[in-house]
């Protein structure tokens, strides 16, 4: 499937999840779409899973000079009712930040599957990894984000849940 | 340990879109439909919610503006080659080549059609289907034989064109066909050949034109000659094409 200036934006979407800056975002987006004019006028136009590989590992690039989160630092806890309010009051920009400081590859899993855009096929195409793999990293990035919106969302002012620990 | 179908919940896609696996819709309706709906309820509600966050995501003004004015990716137009080298389409050629084929062939087969020449056709296949053991013997000149099938059968006009009435015989039979009738049939000695007699076919306007020329029909390997003369058909039928009957057709009017 060929990209268009349609579907640019949700690239930008993944550029700005995966470094959770705006510049950084910007940056990652432009190198990926000027590489693609490049290929385009040499060769053949790169299809739209082209765009994401490429820039999910300008996002890498970037992100390994600052600060890297380890896997597994995070608490976990299971899926509250009540996630859906404590996630509505979150900004994009808070949301980035999160997805943003986990460790790759949970990162760029996390930030393709909630740009719902992709089907399984794709996904694991574009993150070269096995369902079970991707599974794995969505359900305890669900579990770590739940156990963050429990402590973050009373300082942001919502409602408190007092999830059980895993 | 999860099982295939639990893992692949744990990613199940956020907006339900046409196309998805078939693995995937499967588990998704068996988990909807078992204990574990409650627990996925909450899952696609906590993914949704997320993914709302993530459209929300606003787009830098200078980069819409990119989007919508600047022509940045080309829009793949597939060239001519490309579209014949796709395998759907050269699949659907050949099949349409073969499809042309045919009804070209059926259309050419049928293009100097004759009334009767469906009957020919129906009777070149009994021709080879046929052991001269189903007939009665009976060696004598062919065209000895119209008198027999007036006494004995009461076939009229049954007679063996003069062009292949001196073929020796090696057998004769009569018989009932479902669509062609009274048929007379015999084996003669020469080349396997076989000749047949049978009633001619009606035209459009319900009436039976003879004609004093040769036709051929062709079916299954075997070509049939035919001349039709006092509302009777004569055919002689052997293996193989036009020019092996043609032969004997132009030795007689030497």
């Known amino acids: ?166 | 340990m999860p099982d295939k179908s639990e893992l692949l919940l744990g990613c199940a896609p956020i907006t339900e879109k046409p196309g998805m696996d078939r693995v995937m819709r499967v588990a998704i309706n068996r988990v909807r439909q078992g204990k574990g709906a409650a627990t996925f309820g909450r899952q696609q509600a906590f993914d949704a919610a997320i993914a709302k966050v993530v459209r929300d995501i606003p787009v830098d003004e200078q980069l819409a503006e990119w989007f919508a004015h600047e022509k940045m990716i080309p829009v793949v137009r597939r060239g001519w080659k490309k579209f014949v080298r796709n395998p759907v389409v050269i699949a659907m050629a050949i099949a349409l080549l073969v499809i042309g084929g045919v009804i070209a062939y059926r259309v050419h087969e049928h293009l100097h059609d004759f009334p009767s020449a469906d009957k020919a056709r129906r009777l070149l296949t009994v021709a080879a289907s046929n052991r001269s053991v189903l007939l009665d013997p009976l060696q004598t000149d062919a065209g000895a034989l119209s008198d027999l099938y007036f006494m004995k059968h009461r076939l009229e006009h049954y007679d063996v064109p003069a062009e292949f009435a001196e073929f020796k015989t090696l057998g004769t039979r009569v018989f009932d066909d479902d669509e062609v009738r009274r048929v007379a049939q015999i084996w003669i000695k020469e080349k396997r050949m076989q000749f047949f007699l049978f009633p001619a076919e009606v035209d459009k306007d319900g009436k039976i034109n003879d004609f004093s020329d040769w036709r051929f029909v062709e079916q299954e390997g075997w070509t049939g000659v035919l001349t039709q003369r006092n509302g009777v058909c004569f055919m002689a039928a052997m293996r193989g094409g036009d020019k092996d009957l043609t032969g004997y057709l132009a030795k007689k009017k030497e």
């Open chain 1, 1 to 166: 499937m060929p990209v268009t200036t349609e579907n640019l934006p949700q690239l930008y979407r993944f550029c700005f999840l995966m470094t959770g800056d705006v510049a950084k975002a910007q940056s990652a987006f432009q190198d990926t779409v000027r590489e693609a004019t490049i290929q385009s006028e040499a060769e053949e136009p790169p299809d739209r899973l082209w765009y994401f590989r490429n820039a999910r590992w300008r996002c890498v690039s970037v992100g390994e000079q600052d600060l890297q989160a380890e896997a597994g630092i995070f608490d976990e806890v299971e899926i509250s009712p009540e996630a859906p309010d404590q996630i509505g009051q979150l900004t994009p920009e808070q949301l980035a930040v999160w997805i943003s400081a986990a460790p790759e590859p949970q990162r760029s899993a996390l930030a393709l599957f909630y740009l719902d855009e992709f089907t399984l096929a794709e996904l694991l195409s574009v993150l070269e990894m096995k369902a079970g793999e991707l599974s794995e990293l969505i359900c305890s990035g669900r579990r770590q984000f739940q156990s963050w919106l429990d402590s973050t969302t009373a300082y942001y002012g919502g409602k408190t849940h007092d999830a059980g620990q895993v």
